[in-house]
């Protein structure tokens, strides 16, 4: 009966350590700062990191500049949405409404894009599969981040955020040519 | 006018009210706990792809259901029984505004019977997080309100009675370090509670139209400052729990009040910015701040967690070690009662919260890290870890102690009881570790149909992933067979459960004497002595108290520093982004 009892002496803060305490305490920490400093240090010397890029936009402005890159880079249809072909290098834009991931891109691989995410309605999740990185897509934000597809092939980008009933239809997809 | 009666079997007093006010508030958990396993089995049985059993609809609705009465309900309600012993049991003081307590409870329930309603009816299928714009019906804020605004009430009523007890002088010296976690619990509450104030009370006038729009980035901060925090109230009780179990089981002493009573103040500092663990990949907030919330500031409330680690296990060997039991590394642990529920789910709690909960909580929530792991099923694996088996274990736990202590019951079917523990970490272990292992893989939390019927395009998981996943649903029904067995046998002790009237020797294996019968024939309680000084040779002396327990936080840190490592390693071999 002793964890529920006031403690023993009145000066309770000023009674010795044992030692598997205060060693403990000590890697602790020290792991805690190691862990810390791994953030910052991916940031320099990593290659996944968010550059934190983000604009507010509205549904009506962020569909108009997908629209445009779709008319002016449209190279084919599948499954009724168009897929896009922009140039290596350019800002490419991909928004997530009910239900839906548009439009398709096709992307080069080892070249690097500029792309835009946000959502017209709800919250959506991007998450690129097989690769497996997530994003949250929210309305009303842009998005920024620079992409360097690494691998060639069809990915699929699956909503990883809940987004209703439909949600588990909202499968879009992005290519990467060699 | 006598209003205390002692427990003859534990000696603690309870105070007439603040008795009442404990048993509905556990009743009503138990119930909320009744409706999340109820939920539970249906989302297992639907996210095990060769099973699917329920439609869309149902299946959103059922997880919306399990999230918020084993979250909020469940933990809450039972928290609040939890201050209220920590407070008028454990100081021998009578509650303060027991009226007041009642109005909290009944607002607490109002909530949760609205809120219920409006997620049953099928047309509040918005998850536990409820993300704007996405819209409940109003009566889903409203009752997260009432409950949250209860709730509130039942903090305030806890430090009322540390005060009544502070000024009547009901015990010696300062408050015991039970007491001492659940007043973190009860600070980092009414932060939470705030919050979710905040939030939810736009978010009810923007549901009924008087507001037309929430912003969704604020809606996240915000709802998180809630929706996180209250998880550091749990952990926070919990931790408290897991001190006053080893005190109860092996009359064990904090290996030092300073360094844990520290490490309480840590969560009260640092808990809170855990908001940003959601908002990781999130448009809108800079790395820096990312940085520095996601790591609690330098990863002081990790530290915390750590020490915590350390000192309940080693102050319980430190005790079992007096008693005799100093063969070798670990006798004090072989020898420990096993077969007694209240221990084997405390100590099963905190193994399976330090080494799954605590380890997977920090990788994914470390800034980078989380692009690979952000919604993916990795993020349920984790939470089940800490909540499932380490609040809710313990909390199971506790009940088996409160059974006799508290409603002066004998366990109804104790051999179930004593396997409880085992079947339901043993499911929840299974389930943990393949959830986190399909979500490395990808899979996608909350969401109906991983094989994506009825999309326009496709895309498979790999048949791992599937497999996974099975797994995962195997151990599901394992742990919700555990959970139902904890409900039988708490329902079953407030029903049929023998009446106890004079001691029944329940704790006299702990060494505690039988004192009195359960009448309320106490004025006014003895007050609380200071425990007994501890001769000086015992501790800050040469050699470790508790090299077990210490080999064991080795063990502990070389896991968590191998897995760190590793997914820092499958970050690194995904795509570039800059």
């Known amino acids: ?178 | 006018m006598a209003q205390f009666r002692v427990c003859p079997d534990s000696g603690f007093y309870f105070d007439k009210s603040a008795e009442q006010l404990m048993k509905v508030n556990a009743v009503a958990a138990v119930v909320s706990l009744l409706l999340a396993g109820v939920a539970a089995l249906g989302v297992i049985l639907t996210r095990w792809q060769t099973i699917h059993l329920l439609p869309a609809d149902t299946f959103y609705m059922v997880l919306t259901s399990h999230g918020i009465n084993a979250l909020i309900f469940w933990v809450i309600f039972f928290e609040i029984a939890v201050l209220y012993f920590a407070s008028s049991t454990l100081l021998r003081c009578r509650l303060a505004a027991p009226r007041w307590a009642w109005m909290g409870f009944a607002l607490m329930i109002i909530g949760a019977v609205m809120n219920n309603i409006a997620v049953l009816s099928g047309k509040s299928s918005v998850m536990m997080t409820s993300y704007v714009p996405m819209q409940a019906q109003p009566h889903f804020y409203l009752g997260l309100i009432l409950f949250a605004v209860g709730a509130l009430i039942g903090c305030f009523v806890f430090l009322g009675t540390l005060i009544i007890a502070r000024n009547e002088k009901t015990y010696k010296g300062s408050i015991p370090l039970v007491t001492f976690g659940a007043l973190t619990a009860t600070i980092i509450a009414i932060f939470t509670i705030a919050s979710g104030a905040i939030i939810l009370i736009p978010t009810f006038l923007w549901s009924i139209g008087y507001i037309n729009q929430i912003d969704a980035v604020m809606y996240r901060l915000i709802w998180w400052a809630f929706g996180h925090s209250s998880q550091q109230i749990n952990m926070a009780a919990m931790v408290s729990i897991w001190y006053l179990l080893a005190g109860v089981l092996f009359m064990a002493r904090p290996m030092s009040e300073k360094v844990s009573r520290m490490a309480f103040l840590l969560y009260i500092l640092f808990l809170q910015l855990a908001s940003a663990h959601h908002l990781l990949v999130d448009p809108g907030m800079s790395s820096e701040w990312k940085i520095f919330n996601t790591s609690y500031a330098m990863y002081l409330a990790v530290l915390a967690s750590m020490i915590h680690g350390l000192s309940v296990p080693g102050s319980m060997e430190i005790a079992q070690r007096k008693k005799g039991l100093t063969k070798g590394l670990f006798e004090w642990l072989r020898k420990a009662p096993w077969g007694n529920p209240v221990f084997s789910g405390f100590f099963l709690a905190l193994v399976i919260f330090g080494f799954l909960g605590g380890i997977t909580g920090v990788v994914m929530g470390t800034e980078q890290i989380n692009l690979i792991i952000h919604n993916t099923m990795y993020v349920p694996g984790h939470f089940h870890a800490t909540v499932a088996v380490g609040t809710t274990l313990t909390f199971m736990a506790l009940t088996y102690l409160l059974i006799p202590v508290l409603f002066r019951r004998q366990l109804f079917l104790p051999t179930l009881a004593k396997w409880q523990p085992y079947i339901f970490s043993a499911g929840m272990t299974m389930l943990i570790l393949f959830l986190l292992g399909a979500g490395t893989l990808g899979v996608s939390r909350r969401h109906w149909d991983m094989g994506f019927t009825g999309a326009a395009l496709s895309f498979d998981y790999p048949g791992t992933a599937y497999m996974m996943m099975a797994l995962a649903g195997i151990g599901g029904v394992l742990a919700v067979i555990g959970g139902a067995a904890y409900i039988i046998v708490t329902v079953g002790s407030l029903l049929f459960g023998k009446k106890l009237e004079a001691s029944a020797g329940i704790f006299a294996s702990f060494g505690l004497k039988a004192l009195a019968p359960e009448v309320y024939n106490v004025d006014k309680p003895a007050t609380l002595e200071r425990a007994e000084k501890l001769t000086v040779e015992e501790h800050g002396s040469a050699g470790f108290a508790a090299p077990g327990t210490f080999a064991l936080a080795m063990l502990l840190l070389v896991s968590f520093v191998i897995y760190y490592f590793i997914n820092w390693g499958y970050l690194s071999s995904v795509w570039p982004i800059g």
């Open chain 1, 1 to 178: 009966m002793t964890t529920f009892q006031p403690p023993a002496e009145r000066i309770w803060w000023k009674t010795p350590l044992g030692k598997e305490e205060i060693l403990w305490i000590g890697i602790a920490l020290v792991w805690c700062l190691i862990m810390f400093f791994m953030m910052p240090f991916w940031h320099v010397y990593g290659k996944q990191n968010l550059s934190n890029e983000a604009y507010q936009t509205t549904p009506a402005k962020f569909k108009a500049r997908v629209d445009e890159m779709v008319e002016k880079y449209q190279t084919g249809e599948e499954g009724g949405v168009p897929i896009v072909t922009p140039p290596a290098g350019s800002d490419i834009y991909l928004l997530g409404r009910l239900w839906q991931w548009y439009p398709i891109l096709e992307l080069e691989k080892d070249k690097s894009y500029r792309l835009h995410l946000s959502s017209l309605d709800w919250q959506h999740g991007f998450s690129l599969q097989p690769v497996n990185i997530n994003l949250q897509v929210i309305p009303g934000y842009e998005m920024v981040i620079k992409l360097t597809p690494d691998q060639s092939g069809d990915f699929a980008i699956v909503c990883n955020e809940y987004c209703g009933i439909g949600h588990h239809m909202m499968l879009g997809k992005m290519i990467v040519k060699e």
